[in-house]
């Protein structure tokens, strides 16, 4: 992540520690390129429907969303779609180190509107939850409740430390909100993996299956885990087969999603994408 955020402190790096930066460069530039493709695509797909007045398109992806007597639900979730494409796309600028240097002004304006749409996508996720409840029932209700306070804590506490001034502060939970944002794309994309590899194993139509209780609530809960080890990581002097293991799996994960993004884009997100572009 050496071009996003500060990382191993090391005044004259090895090669397994360069190793690591671009390994993680890698991920971090399959990651952004996958999750801008997927808020485009939220963009055509869901919110296309809101400018149609098709809502009842929704439900193609995700069973239960649209439902005409449920009328606070269906605002709830539609602002939580609208938001969350903008968050999507926001992400990667608001990380560059370069953009922060050298157009501060810029990164403060749309860092507003970032914590904003955060706290927005999770309020209206809870919202949605309140009103009307998930498919999934109490399994799913509980890990997407938490996911959505979770959002709210992040972005309240992001804008919070930038007005204080407390910079390092800002940035750790500016890393949080983002480990967070990116958690509808990996949602659609552990699914998709997951019925590639499986045919669906442990996963059922009302979302109650094995697979998607464990699913309600690792779509996030390993993004935040990840973050925390690497902002603690940035203190620690990591041994060379620490680094060599770093290094090798930062690797794969870039490779498996440069596979399954290629996978959305050519049979998913991109024939939605071209379909609007026609309407």
Known sequence: ???????????????????????????????????????????????????????????????????????????????????GAILLLLGPIQLIGRVRSRWPRLHRWLGRVYVACGALAGIGGLGFIAFKGTIGGAAMNAGFGLYGVLMVVSAVQAWRFAVRRQFDRH??????????????????????????????????????????????????LPNLLVAELYLRGLRLKPSRLLLGASATLLGLAALVVAVGTYYFVHFYWGPAILAAIKR
Do not use: C
């Not at 500060?6 to 671009?22: C, D, E, G």
């Not at 983002?178 to 590899?197: C, E, P």
């Open 171 to 220: 940035r750790v939970w500016a890393v949080r909100l983002f480990a967070l944002t990116i958690g509808s794309w990996l949602y659609r994309m552990d699914y998709g993996l997951w019925f590639t590899a499986t045919n669906g194993l442990w996963s059922h139509e009302n979302f109650r299956g094995g697979f998607d209780v464990f699913m309600s609530f690792f779509f996030y």
């Open 1 to 83: 992540m050496a071009a996003t955020l500060q990382t191993l402190n090391s005044p004259a790096p090895s090669r397994w520690q360069t190793a690591v930066r671009w390994s993680g460069a890698g991920l971090v530039a399959a990651s952004w390129f996958s999750a801008a493709f997927f808020g485009a695509y939220i963009f055509a797909f869901y919110i296309g429907a809101i400018l149609s007045g098709r809502f009842d398109t929704w439900n193609q992806n995700l069973s239960g969303i649209y439902d005409k007597n449920h009328t606070a639900a269906l605002i709830a979730i539609g602002a939580h779609m609208v938001v």
